[in-house]
């Protein structure tokens, strides 16, 4: 079952020990993703399934990692210091796997197994991290395939997590590269944010923006389930646009408590 679900940026710029010098021209969206990691520890995930760009994946497949563990950290950044180890929910990821595999028109897929995560996944899990302490992982990185093809993606992932018992946290990491010519256009930027809020799916496969694919396998999963949009914070430097936005699907922990 979903029990959570919200769209970060993944710039690691949004790193503290990383960008000293400007952090204060970020703070909103910092403690938009501060306030994220609240509100998903109050859904107590047991699975997260972090979804996100591989800058380096030219194919046209998606991939989900598979490791025994993951590690995170900021060193090619800078930042010796912080490290981060996570499990995965190789259980769920199989499940997954097999159901793509039987679908009549099969969406290429793969498992790969890297342990060391991308600073896409990186980023949103520094903050996660000081709030949940304990929860599996699942990186799924988009493909070079089409926007729809990533919808329909996002929409058979839906499946297979909503027939499962446990408590998935759903996150898509962007990096949302706006037109120059539209860099300082107000209304298209707002007109773009109200379709990702709205979930107008029809008129955001037509955007020209760079990169709205994670957000397309977002908007696949979440689609049909009732949610409040919440835009927590969104802030413009140069041409990136850093958006949080959180979903709130009215999950109640305690409906769900197992009695022995």
């Given amino acids: 079952m979903i029990c959570f679900a919200s769209i970060v940026s993944s710039s690691p710029l949004l790193i503290p ?3 000293q010098e400007n952090i204060l021209q970020i703070q909103e969206t910092i403690h938009a993703l501060e306030k994220i990691a609240i509100l998903a520890a109050e859904t ?40 981060m180890k996570f499990k995965s929910d190789a259980e769920l990821i199989y499940k997954i796997k097999e159901r793509f595999e039987n679908l009549s028109s099969p969406l290429s897929t793969i498992i790969t197994t890297e342990p060391n995560l991308s600073i896409n ?31 329909l993606f996002g929409q058979n992932l839906k499946e297979e997590i909503s027939s499962s018992n446990k408590r998935v946290a759903i996150i898509a990491c962007h990096k949302l590269l706006l037109k120059k010519e539209a860099s300082d256009n107000k209304n298209i930027e707002e007109s773009l944010i ?12 037509k955007q020209d923006v760079y990169d709205l694919r994670p957000i397309l396998v977002f908007l696949g ?38 009695v022995a």
Avoid at 144 to 151: N, V
Avoid at 239 to 248: K, M, P, V
């Fill in 44 to 83: 107590d995930p047991e699975t997260l399934i972090i979804i996100s760009l591989n800058d380096e994946n030219s194919e046209n497949m998606f991939s989900i990692n598979l490791s025994e563990e993951y590690l995170a950290d900021f060193k090619n950044f800078g930042d010796l210091i912080t490290k």
């Fill in 121 to 151: 996944n990186s980023v949103p899990l520094y903050y996660l991290k000081q709030k949940i302490q304990k929860f599996s992982l699942i990186p799924i990185n988009c493909s070079s395939a089409d926007q729809k093809t990533h919808l």
């Fill in 194 to 205: 109200n379709l990702i809020k709205k979930k107008n799916i029809a008129k955001l496969i």
């Fill in 221 to 258: 999963i979440i689609h049909n389930l009732k949610s409040k949009p919440k835009i927590l914070s969104w802030q413009k430097l140069s041409d990136f646009g850093y958006l949080t936005i959180n979903f709130d699907l009215n999950f109640k922990k305690q409906k769900f408590i197992k």
């Fill in 17 to 19: 020990t990383i960008n």
